[in-house]
């Protein structure tokens, strides 16, 4: 389970190669890839081909199915996870209510059909990693059963993630809620972000090697614009795209000469753990200094809040960041989702 949850990770940091924020939408909304009309439809853009697909609802979803664990978060953040039926890969969720009631309905390459069917969904939301549509949402739009794709996890701005929070609200008949849970996140982050030309950025080393691949995240990344904002700058990091890159270990011990602290170094919560994973790593200077992982929420099942409620919240994981790279500038509350390697 812990493999499966680390090839997710490696995925989805891959996946945003290729895909093209559109621009800033008029009404000031910060996400990419979705809309809300006048009238009521969501519409979702595909950042692969431009492709898009609206759904009008006729009445409030009151019975869903997740085929990703971040949607729950929206969900619970407006008080509406009960209409969650359905989940893919119920051992990841992190919220206990959800967890224990929800059935499992299977993963992409081999979803359970006829459980999927048997829950009556209004509606199943999932995503696609390419601009080619895959065989279980074809063969689940055949078997009359209404399918959204969403791509919230491309989006390469937080607030933008947490803006998904609006179309849940629209499907769900909580617009209202959604509408002010997203302008109290909207608002707190942007009170928290240190401007573009704050002093004394810290230097960030990210993640550690996943197979033989180190993922960097490119500059406009998800997670390099959370340390961006944090007063922070990714090592390594392209600029001016979202595209991630790899590097080697001798690269990366390189980068950890110029680092002040290392993040997400894999599932690794002490030093010791950390130098057993590569010989090399032991010697990497930056491991004497702060090392900081967001695995404070992770279950032994294998989920992590951190990309469950953690998509809703983006000012939390902002808050903890300010604290790892600033304390000067910390409110004092304690780490949410991180936790010192030690």
């Not at 001798?250 to 002040?260: H, I, M, R």
Request: net charge negative; aromatic share 10%.
């Amino acid at each position: 389970m812990k493999r499966l949850w680390l090839t997710c990770l490696a995925v989805a940091a891959f996946a945003v190669a290729g895909c093209t924020a559109r621009p800033g939408r008029a009404d000031g909304g910060r996400a990419a890839y979705f809309d809300l009309t006048d009238d009521g439809a969501v519409v979702t853009v595909s950042p692969y081909d431009g492709t898009a697909d609206t759904l009008r609802p006729d009445a409030p979803v009151t019975s869903l199915v997740c085929m990703s664990t971040s949607y729950i978060g929206f969900l619970e953040e407006i008080g509406a996870e009960d209409v969650i039926t359905g989940v893919s890969g119920r051992n990841f969720v992190t919220n206990g209510d959800v967890r224990e009631r929800a059935a499992e309905v299977g993963y992409e390459a081999a979803p359970d059909y006829e459980k999927i069917l048997s829950l009556h969904p209004d509606l199943v939301v999932t995503y696609t990693v390419s601009s080619v549509l895959p065989a279980y949402i074809v063969k689940l739009r055949s078997l009359g059963i209404r399918v959204l794709i969403l791509y919230e996890h491309l989006e390469p701005s937080p607030l933008g993630k947490a803006e998904y929070v609006r179309l849940f609200g629209a499907l769900t008949g909580r617009t209202a809620q959604a509408d002010s849970a997203f302008a109290s996140v909207k608002s707190r982050y942007e009170a928290l972000a240190l401007p573009a030309d704050a002093p004394d950025r810290k230097k960030v080393l990210i993640n550690i090697p996943y197979g033989d691949q180190w993922y960097i995240p490119g500059a406009e990344n998800y997670l390099s614009r959370l340390i961006r904002d944090a007063g922070g700058e990714v090592l390594g990091a392209t600029p001016g795209t979202g595209q991630s890159t790899t590097i080697s270990v001798e690269k990366a011990y390189a980068l950890s000469q110029q680092a002040d602290v290392w993040l997400h170094p894999g599932l690794c919560r002490t030093r010791d753990e950390l130098r057993s994973v590569h010989p090399l790593f032991g010697d990497f200077p930056v491991l004497g200094k702060s090392v900081y992982n967001n695995i404070r929420r992770y279950r032994s099942g294998g989920g992590n809040d951190f990309w469950e409620s953690g998509a809703a919240h983006p000012e939390r994981i902002l808050e903890d960041l300010i604290t790892i790279l600033h304390p000067e500038r910390s409110g004092g509350e304690g780490l949410r989702y991180y936790l010192e390697v030690e």
